[in-house]
């Protein structure tokens, strides 16, 4: 019999022991990685080769409609977008017809317009024969 205690007491023993070791814990999550900061928006308006393209689309466009009638473009690739429309009519010193005219491009809360004269060639085409461009400004 006393061998069946000596035998109970260690599992007891043993038990407690068991019960009284201290839990792992679990390690520590990794820490998160740094948040990036939100970029600053922009500040001015760059037009790339393709908004170029669409500007003088429409810029041609406006020389064949009504004076005051705008035109409206839209770039997909970069999400420009901008107005033209011609202002009035008129001749330059070569007695070549011309048009007054002025275009807006909008990026975001941003915009920046221009005025200019587009004076017909010889050969039928139009060409921009002077432009003033204003800063950029936001919209309100």
């Known amino acids: 019999m006393k ?7 260690l599992m007891l023993l043993a038990l407690a ?3 009284a070791k201290p839990e792992e814990k679990p390690a520590a999550p990794a820490e998160p990685p740094p ?33 005051q009638e705008t035109v409206t473009w839209t770039n997909p690739q970069t ?3 901008g107005t033209v429309k011609m202002l009035r009519d008129g001749f330059d010193a070569k007695n070549r017809p011309c048009r007054e005219f002025h275009s ?3 990026q975001g809360q941003l915009f ?18 002077d432009g003033v461009d204003y800063p950029v400004r936001e919209r309100k």
């Open 104 to 106: 807006v491009v909008f």
């Open 3 to 9: 061998m069946k205690l000596s035998v109970a007491g």
């Open 112 to 129: 920046r317009h221009q005025t200019g004269f587009i004076c017909r060639q010889p050969d039928g085409s139009w060409e921009v024969v």
């Open 17 to 19: 022991g068991c019960a």
């Open 35 to 67: 948040v990036e900061a939100p970029k600053p928006p922009p500040t001015d308006i760059t037009l790339d080769a393709s908004d170029l393209t669409a500007l003088q689309t429409a810029l041609k466009e406006a020389t064949g409609k009504p004076i």
């Open 79 to 81: 999400g420009r977008q």
